[in-house]
């Protein structure tokens, strides 16, 4: 069985006590974190986390059966200013260093673009852009070596560094480090304007390129409308083939966390729903 969880801060910004009374009523197995985005008063990084704060974290959760299974540190690992750069992969660092208090190895990120929020720019798709990310990312992963955690990165078409199941397989190849693993949202690699082939077959490829690597599961929704593709809603409400999905991924991926995205406390159970349903009939 895949192990289906929430993303926090979908649940608005609170007291952990509070996000894990909001959240267990949904029944999550686990969650993906981003203290900054998802509870008050967080400490600043890079320089305010702590052994007592991930600790104190980890057992509010932990009392109410949620594991963490992402901690999320979104940042932009080509932000075209140096300096705002380099303060980002120092926050991410701090993330991976205390990374196994809050019981969870893994620290996520998108892989960013040459504009500063991450939007479309052209420079993004040229080699030199993509050898400043492999600079980022081996940084990171150095890091994450030294202290036994996990980089996760996540490709989204169209805007980012990686953009493509063809990127995301010669990232892999070049950094060859076991700390670095992919969260994979298949909703977000489907270009803007559709796919060629069916939706089985781009799965299909895009486990073959790097399914052994694939450590977590982004699960929202799309709908193609005016020939373009709008995937911000939530599971099960839009066009997402989930039986292929399921199918391939429950063959190669038994037990993953599939961590709902764009998903309000009103679409979560519905959406938890879907899935649940989506698995059986796969499994019969």
Same mark, same amino acid.
């Given at each position: 069985?895949?192990?289906?969880?929430?993303?926090?801060?979908?649940?608005?910004?609170?007291?952990?006590?509070?996000?894990?009374?909001?959240?267990?009523?949904?029944?999550?197995?686990?969650?993906?974190?981003?203290?900054?985005?998802?509870?008050?008063?967080p400490p600043q990084v890079p320089g305010g986390l702590s052994h007592g704060y991930?600790?104190?974290?980890?057992?509010?959760?932990?009392?109410?059966?949620?594991?963490?299974?992402?901690?999320?540190?979104?940042?932009?690992?080509?932000?075209?200013?140096?300096?705002?750069?380099?303060?980002?992969?120092?926050?991410?660092? #701090?993330? +991976?260093?205390? *990374?196994?208090?809050?019981?969870?190895?893994? =620290? %996520?990120? !998108?892989?960013?673009?040459?504009?500063?929020?991450?939007?479309?720019?052209?420079?993004?798709?040229?080699?030199?852009?993509?050898?400043?990310?492999?600079?980022?990312? #081996?940084? +990171?992963?150095? *890091?994450?070596?030294?202290?036994?955690?996990? =980089? %996760?990165? !996540?490709?989204?078409?169209?805007?980012?560094?990686?953009?493509?199941?063809?990127?995301?397989?010669k990232l892999i190849e070049k950094m060859a480090s076991p700390a670095l693993k992919?969260?994979?949202?298949?909703?977000?690699?489907?270009?803007?304007?559709?796919?060629?082939?069916?939706?089985?077959?781009?799965?299909?490829?895009?486990?073959?390129?790097?399914?052994?690597?694939?450590?977590?599961?982004?699960?929202?929704?799309?709908?193609?409308?005016?020939?373009?593709?709008?995937?911000?809603?939530?599971?099960?409400?839009?066009?997402?083939?989930?039986?292929?999905?399921?199918?391939?991924?429950?063959?190669?991926?038994?037990?993953?966390?599939?961590?709902?995205?764009?998903?309000?406390?009103?679409?979560?159970?519905?959406?938890?729903?879907?899935?649940?349903?989506?698995?059986?009939?796969?499994?019969?």
């Amino acid at each position: 069985m895949v192990q289906i969880g929430l993303r926090a801060h979908d649940f608005g910004k609170t007291t952990p006590e509070l996000l894990a009374e909001s959240l267990v009523s949904f029944r999550p197995a686990s969650i993906q974190l981003a203290f900054a985005k998802a509870l008050v008063n967080p400490p600043q990084v890079p320089g305010g986390l702590s052994h007592g704060y991930a600790n104190y974290i980890r057992s509010v959760f932990e009392k109410q059966n949620i594991r963490i299974a992402v901690l999320g540190c979104y940042i932009n690992p080509v932000h075209p200013d140096a300096d705002i750069r380099n303060r980002m992969l120092l926050s991410f660092e #701090e993330h +991976l260093r205390f *990374a196994r208090d809050f019981n969870c190895p893994l =620290v %996520g990120t !998108e892989t960013g673009s040459c504009n500063p929020d991450c939007s479309w720019h052209p420079d993004t798709e040229k080699p030199a852009t993509f050898d400043l990310f492999c600079r980022s990312i #081996e940084r +990171l992963l150095t *890091a994450a070596e030294k202290c036994g955690s996990i =980089v %996760g990165v !996540e490709a989204v078409a169209g805007q980012h560094t990686i953009s493509s199941v063809e990127l995301m397989e010669k990232l892999i190849e070049k950094m060859a480090s076991p700390a670095l693993k992919v969260i994979y949202d298949p909703v977000n690699l489907i270009p803007e304007t559709g796919l060629a082939e069916s939706q089985e077959a781009f799965f299909s490829k895009a486990f073959s390129a790097f399914g052994k690597h694939i450590t977590a599961i982004h699960s929202k929704d799309f709908r193609m409308e005016k020939g373009r593709k709008t995937g911000t809603f939530p599971t099960g409400t839009g066009q997402m083939d989930y039986k292929s999905f399921l199918k391939i991924l429950l063959q190669q991926k038994p037990g993953i966390d599939i961590l709902l995205e764009n998903s309000s406390p009103a679409a979560a159970a519905e959406s938890m729903r879907f899935l649940r349903e989506t698995e059986a009939q796969v499994l019969l």
